[in-house]
């Protein structure tokens, strides 16, 4: 199963990469992981999308804890949440072809945020399953560079994750 | 503010040295090298913190290690940068899977060099990190009071290990001074090491083992790790337990008691494993479950009901799934049963079921019988487990016996029966040939009038060989007990088990006079090669209180370790002899 682990990090250089190395030595996978600082600069907040089976996950959890620098953690898909990711995706954009990806993108909701005269590069923000429908519905185009964020996460309502 | 009460300035050298002596620490183990050069003149120009001069930094880290096995305080390694700090990889390693609490002090080139692949520059951070609780790099020198003690209280609370200390060079220079100030505690938001358990959880579990028909306590080493040894073998005996104790766990309950069962596990006794297999409830004890335990773990215990205490939430359920687990400091969640049974006494309540415990001693004793520890005599060669108990009878039990890894440590461990927890020191985890003799010297150092035994095998030993050298230095009269049978044994017997007696180099061509390489030392050597040399071989060498002995003796080569887990079986699937299985 999917999830998604929400941490909250010891903004300290070299806690990333304990948290990464402990997935490449214990064998977890990381289908993609988002970093950054927060609001208070002494914290990160990583978003983690890992998959396995219950007893994996239960690993990968107490494993994050067990990092000293790692303050607080959860997990996400145990409860309502928002996931985001971004990606921008360049495509060969020429002649009739012009008109018909500007309309994909519109029914994405997605933008276009840069254009030269072969080209668009398009931006869309959404759940991961959007990013990867909008990619099928550019099929008959020729994509020439495509670069996703990862997802970020966060949960509904009034639960939050902080100090 | 008056002149007394202003901080002192000392150099980032010179603080670190007057910490490590805040924290208590009598003696740092290590090796100069050119990025530790501040550090070791600071270490010069005082007295309170001694230095053990090893021959390799392995050895250090041994020491280190060994202390706090036997004294449950962190030992204190100092290495230099580059090649120093990669021999103490082993080492860090070695305390790392059995949990000791150490901290190694790596010095580390210049910061504004970092990165340029300068003259012994490794990145010890990176290669520690998967085998160190913690590390951390000192960025500022006046951080270094601060960094000690967090390293300490890192190392020694919770599940204890090794933390790193890497020190670039330009944090310790001598003539930049900041005051020195040492942290009474310290705290730290993302770490909270003190659980005591849940006391709705251990109630349970109290309520699980009065209603047990067929219990048995399986404790490891975080009992001793814990101090929790009165606590456990008083809960044993009112409880009417078996007891068996892992590899890492021995001492933690008596072993001449009669509710100790043995060691348990791929070695193990053969009640200790029929015992678990057969288990109604399995009280686990600061034990992790270790795979050189459970043997196939499908087939693990197949009717138990598990109750597991431990500090380390990711040791529960990891490989074996608990129904009541405990989070918890093992000695404060013992308290806290002993205090609810006491309470149960009080009511008179919570009786246990006294027929169904004595049919399940009736079975456990017959179990007994059918090994019982037994081993070939041979009127003309000596066997291994006959030395171990030679070597118990002279020492009256009471030794610390550090071993090193192969046939030799089983043979320790099932023959030197402990009664004491913290006197048996062996690389469980990481299974560390070269560990005893270090081990050894590090527990005597410390206490000089204890016996101090190094069980080893003349591949073992030859891992750090060059040790005898600091013995010599340091006067550590430690008794060598090679069981030398030209063989490296464990690997010997795998192969006679598994591959048809195909000794692909398990055979020690060109040994050593190991007598005349002691003597070479400056210490004694003395060979025995037949069962009448043994007694006053021992003799003469345990009477000769202030010398190293080394005591090369030649054992049956051919002897196998017994019983032994069927690979992919259960628990109670066994060799009990070269030609008898369960
Ligand atoms: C550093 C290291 N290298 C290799 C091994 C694998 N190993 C385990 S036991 C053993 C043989 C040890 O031989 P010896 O010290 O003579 O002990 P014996 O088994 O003969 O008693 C070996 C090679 C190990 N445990 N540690
Ligand atoms: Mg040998």
Redesign the pocket.
Known sequence: MRHIIAVLLENESGALARVVGLFAQRGYNIDSLTVAATEDPTLSRLTLVTRGDDQVIEQITKQLHKLIEVVKLVDLSDNAHIERELMMVKVKASGDQREEVKRCADIFRAQIIDVSPTTYTIQVVGTSDKLEAFIQALCNTQILEVVRTGVSGIARGERSLAL | MSQQNQPELLSGGAMLVRALHDEGVEYVYGYPGGAVLHIYDALFQQNDVKHVLVRHEQAATHMADAYARASGKAGVVLVTSGPGATNAV?GIATAYMDSIPMVVICGQVMSHLIGDDAFQETDMMGISRPIVKHNMSVRNPADIPMMVKKAFYIAQSGRPGPVVLDIPKDMTIPSQKFPYDYPKDIKLRSYNPNAKGHPGQIKKALQTLLAAKKPVLYSGGGVILGRASDELTELARRLNLPVTNTLMGLGAYPASDPQFIGMLGMHGSFEANQVMHNADVIFAVGARFDDRVTNATKKFCPNATIIHIDIDPASISKTINAHIPIVGLVKPVLQEMLSQLDKLDAKDDGKLDQVALANWWNQINQWREVHGGRYQQRAELLM?QAVIEAVHRHTKGDAYVTS????????AAQYYKFDKPNRWIN?GG?????FGLPAAMGVKLHYPDAEVVCV????????NIQELSTCKQYGLGVKIIN???????????WQDMNYDSRYSS?Y?DSLPDFVKLAEAYGHVGIRVTTPEELEPALERAFALKDRLVFLDIHIDPKEH?YPMQVPGGAMNEMFLSKTERT
């Not at chain 2, 090193?404 to 043979?411: K, L, S």
């Not at chain 2, 080893?456 to 891992?463: A, D, H, L, N, V």
């Open positions: 082993t291994p090193d890894v192969g046939q030799h440590q089983m043979f690389s990481l299974g560390t040939m070269g080893t095998g003349e591949g073992s030993i030859q891992m069981l030398n049978n030209g063989y490296l044994g464990m690997v010997k017997q398990s020690m370790v």
